[in-house]
Nanobody, 125 residues
Framework: QVKLVESGGRGVQAGDSLRLSCVASVVPFSTYGMGWFRQVPGKEREFLAAIAYTGNTFYADSVKGRFTVSRDDAKNTVYLQMNSLKPEDTALYYC???????????????????WGQGTQVTVSS
């Protein structure tokens, strides 16, 4: 069964760092573009960062310079390193996957065919 499983979310203080992981049971993982999104109740899923199958990375302006996306194709895993966390970063964080993809499609939640169950990040002031 194809699935994505996120982990690493927890409660932290403002200014702390966290690394989220997403393990994908897709083959071959190297052909998949992977993205990170977050969602708070009552709002749409927000694009944060993505890494294409080529290794190119893309970021939302709101997290550029604080968040870093990376991938380890040998482990079928994509990561989101989050630094200088703020209370407004509190959300449910999701990883998404789609085969291939480009700088445009990887920013759009509707273009992803695979989603994880989400991992909660809570940042206290």
């Amino acid at each position: 069964q194809v699935k994505l499983v996120e982990s690493g979310g927890r409660g932290v203080q403002a200014g702390d760092s966290l690394r989220l992981s997403c393990v994908a049971s897709v083959v071959p993982f190297s052909t998949y573009g992977m993205g990170w999104f977050r969602q708070v109740p009552g709002k749409e899923r927000e694009f944060l960062a993505a890494i294409a199958y080529t290794g190119n990375t893309f970021y939302a302006d709101s997290v550029k310079g604080r968040f870093t996306v990376s991938r380890d194709d040998a482990k079928n895993t994509v990561y989101l390193q989050m630094n200088s966390l703020k209370p407004e970063d509190t959300a449910l964080y999701y990883c998404g996957g789609r085969q291939w993809g480009n700088v445009y499609s990887l920013r759009l939640a509707n273009d992803y065919g695979l989603w994880g169950q989400g991992t909660q990040v809570t940042v206290s002031s």
